[in-house]
């Protein structure tokens, strides 16, 4: 995997263990329409105002009076450069000052679509992938995620169709985001990389994350292991093979691989709760 892949993997993997050890969180229930405009449509669009919506009435006025500026300018009709870099204000002020990464990665996407250039449609997408990929059980959240994602690989793919990184993150997207009825919509293209590329690490995941999710256990402990044979410092597959073997009834494999884990952790309170983990199991 690219440097870049490596570095996002990780910070998925944050997220991730924090999650799953401290708690999950939502999209906001919000009726209150908004007159931001904003891309989308039909309940898609209804979930982007929504999240507008709640976000900004946790602002504080001067919050509040800045974003509103910003947001007038960007009702004009303005050169695409200038529109560009309101865009980019906003994202940095819903990750700076607001604290909300949901919204900083909506108009980083909103930027993307604008200067649409591969690299700044597949960097937006996968901040939405690996937000989605760190939800824990099938969300209102996580399915927005998935279709902000997808409409940002597909325009990435668009430019390139030879990409297989973002061809393996959209069909993650139909596995994880609930995009359709029929989930080989999503695994059949990765498995198809995968099967000419056992060494694309990037695919194995993703089907064993499928695996794990379509209660396939044994499979997705397949691929699991060849992944941490190729790379046996992979915290994220070590966590996944953990928590499949846990998950298939297999204690022992699963107290083992926690503690591998453990050993590479250095938040101390993870390590306390993998620690609990693993008593449990023995």
Not at 103 to 112: D, I, R, S, T, V
Not at 228 to 239: G, R
Not at 254 to 282: N, T, V
Request: neutral net charge; proline residues 4%; aromatic residues 8%.
């Amino acid at each position: 995997m690219k440097k870049y892949q490596l570095l996002l993997v990780a910070v998925a993997l944050i997220v991730l263990l924090s999650l799953f050890f401290f708690g999950k969180t939502h999209l906001p229930n919000i009726n209150q329409p908004s007159p931001a405009e904003l891309s989308g449509d039909g309940h898609h669009g209804q979930q982007t105002t929504e999240l507008l919506t709640a976000s900004k009435s946790r602002l504080t006025k001067t919050q509040q009076a800045y974003l509103q500026k910003i947001e007038n300018q960007l009702d004009k009709s303005l050169p695409a450069d200038e529109k560009l870099h309101l865009l980019h204000q906003l994202s940095r002020f819903w990750a700076d000052s607001a604290d909300n990464f949901l919204l900083y990665a909506f108009y980083n996407g909103e930027a993307a679509k604008l200067e649409n250039s591969e690299k700044s449609l597949t960097f937006a997408a996968r901040l939405f992938l690996n937000e989605m990929l760190s939800a824990q059980e099938e969300t209102e959240r996580q399915h927005w995620l998935a279709e902000n994602a997808k409409d940002l690989f597909d325009k990435a793919l668009k430019i390139n169709p030879k990409n297989d990184s973002n061809r393996i993150g959209r069909g993650a997207c139909f596995i994880f985001g609930q995009l359709s009825d029929n989930p080989m919509e999503g695994i059949l293209p990765i498995r198809e990389i995968a099967d000419k590329q056992p060494d694309n690490l990037y695919a194995q995941m993703m089907l064993a994350l499928g695996g794990r999710k379509s209660g396939q256990y044994e499979k997705a402990i397949e691929r699991l292991l060849l992944i941490i044979k190729k790379e046996p410092d992979n915290l994220e597959a070590t966590f996944q093979l953990a928590e499949c073997y846990e998950l298939s009834g297999n204690k022992t494999e699963a107290a083992r691989w926690y503690g591998e884990l453990k050993k590479r952790i250095k938040k101390p309170e993870i390590k306390e709760e993998l620690d609990k983990r693993i008593s449990q199991l023995k």
